[in-house]
């Protein structure tokens, strides 16, 4: 992936941010400017809270290029608390079960490197709760 | 009159919000000294911390960065300096804190900027934010100390190089949930503890990294702070020094005068070792989980080359009610998994793909 393509997606990628709809309050990610429910044009930006449940998942073994040394790692679709699903890796999983409906939590963490000498690339993953005191 | 060496700002300072991040991992001594086969008779017990395949200091400094915003309760956009002090920023060229500063949306509104100072490096950018928002030029500044500390395999220090540190977000004392009421830094040129550009491991001095260093400056630091201020070892509920290992901060401890009940409660390194630039901000956050309104701690760090910053630091009403907003630091302790030094080898990136 370019450099510039990694710079247009920093926002959403770090930190969730997306969109929410000024017609009917819907909330969008990752953020298109057209609202998937109503269709009307939506471009404020919306920070979601991270928090969210497992919808389903998948055990990856064959990694794709740059995330082989993660392999094998959990990919799961997870329902955000604000309603829209987003596909991403779980992580700090250690040897606790994945199971549908479990609630998670948005973590930034390293996606991949771009070789040795390449970029480092940040963005969000999900994790057990760790629960506040 | 007396010379003012004392730090303190136009405006009082505190701390606004605090927040821990220790990774998960855990590499107990005993496994250091297996694969070495080490004499394990005068070893250190305990254990570390040990950051995961996709942690960094600059995933970490989020995860901190954001429980400290959480306690503090303020709109990031209001921060105007996001600093993070480190020995092992990811990259070379190319600045931790402008991640982390995007990744809180503290963006673009902002100073970024990595410290280095060794160990102290996170109290050097402490005391900076001090004097930024103490100045009156900012509101709000971040300042972190976070370190994945590195120990040359079958070193001494491989044995308790950890994983972890603290972010504090500093504002007005009228916001905060405990005030720094001064602070002190003592500096020398002293070549305990060194890496030179382009190394992965430092080298270290042996027996020289204890009397005229560490010992030498944190006593220096601590003293001439409770002398400017007029407090006494007593009139301190807790103490926090730098950890470099078990025995250090509590020899310097008690040869100051204080007890082992005053720095019990900061005393983190046997369960996630030495965490460099970390270490006694962490400390600090893990006091700071229990202490009550009124309370006054000393927080001492330590840093190779060498230097020693000292805070004098009392806790307000406000602390009770924020701290619950944000995982403890005994909570990211106890989510612990043990790790063998294979899986640790593989962790922390020592095995070679090609
Ligand atoms: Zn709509």
């Known amino acids: 992936m370019e450099l510039s393509q990694h710079w247009r997606l920093k926002q959403q990628r770090y930190s969730l941010v997306g969109e929410i709809c000024p017609y009917c309050e819907g909330?969008?990610?990752?953020?298109?400017?057209?609202?998937?429910?109503?269709?009307?044009?939506?471009?404020?930006?919306?920070?979601?809270?991270?928090?969210?449940?497992?919808?389903?998942?998948?055990?990856?073994?064959?990694?794709?290029?740059?995330?082989?040394?993660?392999?094998?790692?959990?990919?799961?679709?997870?329902r955000l608390e604000e309603g829209p699903m987003v596909a991403a890796q779980l992580t700090d999983l250690d040897d606790q079960a994945v199971e549908i409906g479990m609630p998670v939590e948005m973590v930034t963490r390293k996606l991949r490197s771009e070789g040795e000498r390449g970029l480092l690339i940040y963005g969000y993953k999900f994790r057990p709760i760790l629960k506040a005191a | 009159m007396q010379e003012n060496k004392i730090l303190r700002p136009i405006r009082k300072v505190g701390i606004v919000g605090y927040g821990a991040y220790i990774p998960r991992y855990r590499l107990p001594a005993r496994e250091v000294a297996r694969v070495w086969k080490a004499d394990t008779s005068g070893e250190p017990s305990g254990e570390k911390a040990v950051a995961g395949l996709d942690e960094d200091v600059i995933?970490?400094?989020?995860?901190?960065?954001?429980?400290?915003?959480?306690?503090?309760?303020i709109d990031p956009a209001k921060i105007r300096a996001v600093w993070v002090g480190s020995e092992s920023h990811p990259s070379a060229v190319k600045p931790t804190s402008t991640v982390v500063a995007e990744a809180i949306g503290a963006v673009p509104n902002t100073q970024a900027a990595d410290w280095e100072f060794a160990c102290k490096a996170g109290t050097e950018a402490m005391q900076a934010a001090i004097g930024f928002v103490g100045s009156g030029?900012?509101?709000?500044?971040?300042?972190?100390?976070?370190?994945?500390?590195?120990?040359?395999?079958?070193?001494?220090?491989?044995?308790?190089?950890?994983?972890?540190?603290?972010?504090?977000?500093?504002?007005p004392a009228e916001e905060s949930l405990a005030?720094?009421?001064?602070?002190?830094?003592?500096?020398?040129?002293?070549?305990?503890f060194f890496r030179?550009?382009?190394?992965?491991?430092?080298?270290?001095?042996?027996?020289?990294?204890?009397?005229?260093?560490?010992?030498?400056?944190?006593?220096?630091?601590?003293?001439?702070?409770?002398?400017?201020?007029?407090?006494?070892?007593?009139?301190?509920?807790?103490?926090?020094?730098?950890?470099?290992?078990?025995?250090?901060?509590?020899?310097?401890?008690?040869?100051l005068g204080f007890k082992p009940d005053q720095i019990e409660a900061g005393l983190l390194v046997p369960w996630i070792g030495n965490t460099y630039a970390g270490s006694a901000l962490v400390g600090l956050t893990a006091v700071l989980d229990v202490a009550e309104p009124g309370d006054k701690i000393l927080l001492v760090s330590y840093g190779s080359g060498a230097g020693s910053d000292a805070f004098t630091?009392?806790?307000?009403?406000?602390?009770?009610?924020?701290?619950?907003?944000?995982?403890?630091?005994?909570?990211?302790?106890?989510?612990?998994?043990?790790?063998?030094?294979?899986?640790?080898?593989?962790?922390?990136?020592?095995?070679?793909m090609k």
């Open chain 1, 27 to 78: 909330k969008i990610f990752p953020p298109r400017d057209i609202c998937p429910d109503c269709g009307n044009e939506a471009k404020t930006t919306f920070q979601f809270n991270g928090k969210g449940e497992i919808y389903s998942f998948t055990t990856v073994r064959q990694a794709p290029a740059g995330h082989e040394e993660n392999a094998p790692y959990t990919l799961a679709l997870v």
């Open chain 2, 59 to 73: 995933t970490m400094s989020i995860e901190a960065a954001r429980n400290a915003l959480a306690r503090a309760m």
């Open chain 2, 137 to 171: 030029m900012a509101a709000y500044a971040l300042s972190i100390g976070m370190d994945t500390a590195q120990g040359r395999p079958g070193d001494a220090l491989e044995y308790t190089a950890g994983a972890g540190g603290a972010a504090y977000l500093l504002g």
């Open chain 2, 179 to 192: 005030i720094i009421e001064a602070s002190y830094s003592f500096t020398t040129d002293t070549p305990d």
């Open chain 2, 196 to 255: 030179r550009a382009n190394e992965k491991y430092p080298e270290h001095g042996e027996r020289f990294t204890g009397e005229p260093a560490y010992f030498k400056h944190i006593s220096a630091a601590a003293q001439e702070l409770m002398r400017a201020t007029e407090t006494k070892p007593e009139d301190y509920t807790y103490a926090v020094f730098h950890q470099p290992n078990d025995k250090f901060p509590k020899r310097v401890a008690s040869s």
């Open chain 2, 313 to 352: 630091i009392q806790t307000t009403e406000e602390l009770i009610k924020r701290r619950k907003q944000a995982p403890s630091t005994q909570e990211y302790i106890q989510r612990r998994t043990e790790i063998d030094y294979a899986t640790y080898s593989r962790y922390r990136g020592k095995l070679s």
